[in-house]
């Protein structure tokens, strides 16, 4: 018969398991129960419906799927943590420079700040624009 583990061991032989969309779902889940206590049960319901779908990746044999599933959501996760950084390298730039607009190419051309009217070149097609630094 074997112990309790070795029965789980053969339980979870060529089961998916834990992943980072796994992890992200039962977060929500989480803090949908917390929604739950204030707002009622529908957060609930929903909440129940996120982890059954977790233990059903965890469980599931098919690694492809699975495997695409996570990778589809990692990608979507470093795009926005790319818009998120850009836009904060952005913001801490504001102080310091100007970003302007070639009006021919539309390339964006960052300048500093307090050196007054110059004239500026774009170094995508060099056409030239003068512009308050």
């Given at each position: 018969?074997?112990?309790?583990?070795e029965?789980?061991r053969?339980f979870m032989q060529g089961r998916?398991?834990?992943d980072?969309?796994?992890?992200?779902?039962i977060g929500i889940?989480f803090?949908l129960a917390v929604l739950s206590?204030?707002?009622?049960?529908i957060?609930?319901?929903l909440?129940?419906?996120?982890?059954?779908?977790?233990?059903?990746?965890?469980?599931?044999?098919?690694?492809?799927k699975r495997y695409k599933?996570?990778?589809?959501?990692?990608?979507?996760?470093n795009?926005?943590?790319a818009?998120?950084r850009r836009w904060?390298?952005?913001l801490?730039?504001?102080k310091?420079?100007?970003?302007?607009?070639?009006?021919?190419?539309?390339?964006k051309?960052?300048i500093?700040?307090?050196?007054?009217k110059?004239m500026i070149t774009?170094?995508?097609c060099?056409?030239?624009?003068i512009?308050?630094?």
């Amino acid at each position: 018969m074997g112990t309790l583990r070795e029965r789980f061991r053969n339980f979870m032989q060529g089961r998916y398991g834990v992943d980072t969309l796994s992890k992200v779902l039962i977060g929500i889940a989480f803090l949908l129960a917390v929604l739950s206590i204030f707002f009622g049960r529908i957060f609930y319901l929903l909440g129940i419906c996120l982890l059954v779908y977790v233990y059903f990746r965890m469980f599931s044999t098919n690694y492809e799927k699975r495997y695409k599933e996570n990778r589809a959501f990692i990608n979507y996760k470093n795009r926005i943590l790319a818009l998120r950084r850009r836009w904060k390298n952005r913001l801490r730039m504001r102080k310091t420079h100007h970003i302007y607009t070639c009006a021919k190419c539309r390339q964006k051309i960052r300048i500093p700040k307090g050196r007054g009217k110059i004239m500026i070149t774009c170094p995508k097609c060099k056409y030239e624009f003068i512009k308050r630094s």
